[in-house]
């Protein structure tokens, strides 16, 4: 017969055909079971396929293996079937085609190297083997490289810190395709001027019609990413209200997390609110929603998004940042900052949550309180220098490194230096006021605590605030107005228990040289628990613990 004859133009002809279109239609299992069987054929009987259909099978083997995500498995199938290319191409060279209608066919529908390369590179990736995946994309050829490679090689080159190759690799990008649009944010991430951005894109916005708003699109993120907040805002506000863009949701998630970096928790949590309702199904940004809700005491609501977003996926981090929000980080952290016994384990538990979401400030904030809570004013001090030189000096990263700075008595006038840029810039950043307050309140300047206070307070009512002046006045033998900043206090929040304190005291009447006494100690003990309008739920561990900071028992 002409299969005993020719065996290996009959499986030419019909077996491998059948395993290439199994694969086209997706029949992953079934693909990944005949391959198997036939490349043991293979091996048991090496004359029974040619060098090409033996790269075919280990191609499609390696290509069902990795829609099981069994990434490992299929990196080393992947391996060996640019192994097996390399005899191809030595035999191709040793033993030319005979020119056969078969072979051209063949030829024709070989995979192709460029992509089995792309396809070890993806796996070495979500294996996180970063090293690994850019050698094997540096051995592709810059003329070989398509947009797909060259993006992948940027993001990896961006995240080794490699800049000035992850550049080269996302103008590649642009270049091919200038609509790429996170290859621009890749770019304006490493501080690519937008103007010299915009030019790259140019000539598809003149050419095309309705593109007018990408000029302004690619400013706003050039904002965003040179940490203009307010100039972010604006413009994303300008996009947002033109009719062909209204109600787009990236564009609402991104507003949303500018609010929050600008320290406005209602307007970030209105736009976020309104993308939500665009779009059950959104995950982006949803970390950010969840922990602004958790800081307005709505734990039941996060928990019901948490298991939301579970549900849509459990691939991104957002939902675990909401798991280890509420079960591990910063319920935990409180717990664990007054019973100093158990800090190193909250320190595990913030450095988990700071991987998972490397972008959000109070993680940081987070780890800098434990380590002053177990004495690591050195530790605390180089992360919180670390963060201003990476995020600039800002009102939030200033107050950071003031607060660490306030824990040394020889770094006290600096940390007054650095509150005092950045109230400059927000006066009513409630952190900043609070951290002024208290080394007023140390100082005994307390008529200038009390014209700080009230300043802060003029734009907005805030629990912490209140109290905090309530304990100024009563230094100050003002009895009567501070017991209606107390009630005020307990009426933002009537579970308030400092509030609740110094209003019993005042009732007992105590003398005035007590009341002084309780202002530089118990009184403003908790002067930061969750009233503050931008920070974080871990600040209320830092203030709950603040007499061992300042050594004011």
């Known amino acids: 017969s002409l299969a005993s004859l020719h065996p290996s133009k009959y499986i030419e002809m019909n077996v491998i055909d059948h395993v290439r279109d199994m694969a086209a239609a997706g029949l992953h299992s079934n693909v990944r079971i005949m391959s198997s069987l036939l490349l043991t054929m293979s091996n048991n009987n090496p004359e029974l396929f040619s060098p090409s259909q033996k790269y075919q099978l280990l191609v499609y083997h390696a290509d069902a293996i990795f829609h099981d995500k069994e990434y490992r498995n299929a990196a080393c199938k992947y391996n060996m079937a640019l192994q097996q290319k390399k005899v191809l191409s030595k035999t191709s060279k040793v033993r030319p085609s005979t020119g056969g209608t078969a072979s051209s066919i063949q030829s ?38 398509t947009p797909k490679i060259n993006m992948m090689l940027a993001n990896l080159y961006r995240k080794a810190g490699q800049e000035r190759s992850a550049v080269t690799s996302y103008k590649e990008v642009l270049r091919q395709c200038p609509l790429a649009l996170d290859a621009i944010i890749g770019l304006l991430s490493l501080s690519v001027k937008g103007a010299e951005v915009a030019s790259m894109t140019m000539d598809v916005i003149q050419s095309i019609p309705n593109l007018d708003w990408l000029s302004a699109w690619i400013k706003a993120y050039a904002f965003i990413h040179a940490g203009d907040n307010h100039r972010a ?54 970390d950010v929603y969840g922990y602004l809700m958790a800081r307005e005491g709505h734990l039941e609501d996060v928990e019901v ?13 957002e939902p675990w940042f909401l798991f280890l929000l509420i079960y591990n980080v910063f319920l935990f952290c409180y717990n664990a900052l007054r019973n100093m016994g158990r800090v190193q384990e909250a320190i595990i538990h913030f450095r988990e949550a700071m991987r998972l979401a490397p972008c959000r400030l109070d993680c940081y904030e987070g780890l800098i309180d434990c380590y002053l809570a177990s004495n690591g004013i050195r530790e605390a001090m180089g992360m919180a220098n670390n963060i201003y030189k990476t995020l600039g000096a800002n009102a939030q990263t200033l107050t950071i490194l003031a607060t660490v700075c306030l824990e040394d008595p020889v770094t006290q006038e600096k940390a007054k230096t650095l509150l005092d840029k950045a109230l400059a810039q927000r006066p009513d950043y409630t952190k900043a006021v609070v951290k002024k307050a208290e080394l007023l309140s140390r100082e005994q300047k307390y008529e200038e605590g009390i014209a700080l206070l009230r300043n802060a307070l003029a734009n907005q009512s805030d629990c912490v605030l209140h109290r905090m002046l309530g304990d100024f006045l009563v230094a100050v033998n003002d009895y009567q107005e501070a017991m209606d900043q107390y009630s005020i206090a307990l009426s933002l929040d009537p579970n308030d228990q400092k509030s609740l304190e110094g209003m019993q005291k005042m009732e007992k009447e105590e003398s005035p040289a007590d009341a002084t006494v309780e202002l530089d100690g118990d009184d403003m003990e908790g002067s930061g628990e969750d009233g503050d309008l931008e920070g974080s739920d871990s600040e209320a561990a830092q203030w709950a613990d603040q007499e061992q900071w300042f050594g004011m028992q």
């Open 108 to 145: 024709q529908v070989l995979p192709s190297e460029i992509e089995v390369k792309y396809k070890i590179a993806e796996c070495y990736t979500i294996l996180k083997l970063d090293k690994d995946a850019i050698a094997v994309l540096d051995g592709i050829p810059s003329r070989q490289r």
């Open 233 to 286: 805002i604006n413009t994303i506000c300008s996009l947002e209200k033109k009719s062909l863009l209204r109600d787009n949701v990236d564009l609402l998630v991104s507003l949303a997390d500018v609010y929050f970096r600008a320290g406005d928790t209602k307007n970030s949590i209105l736009k976020f609110e309104q993308a939500q309702m665009l779009d059950p199904y959104l995950i982006k940004g949803m």
């Open 305 to 317: 998004l948490g298991g939301r977003l579970f549900n849509i996926s459990d691939q991104h981090a």
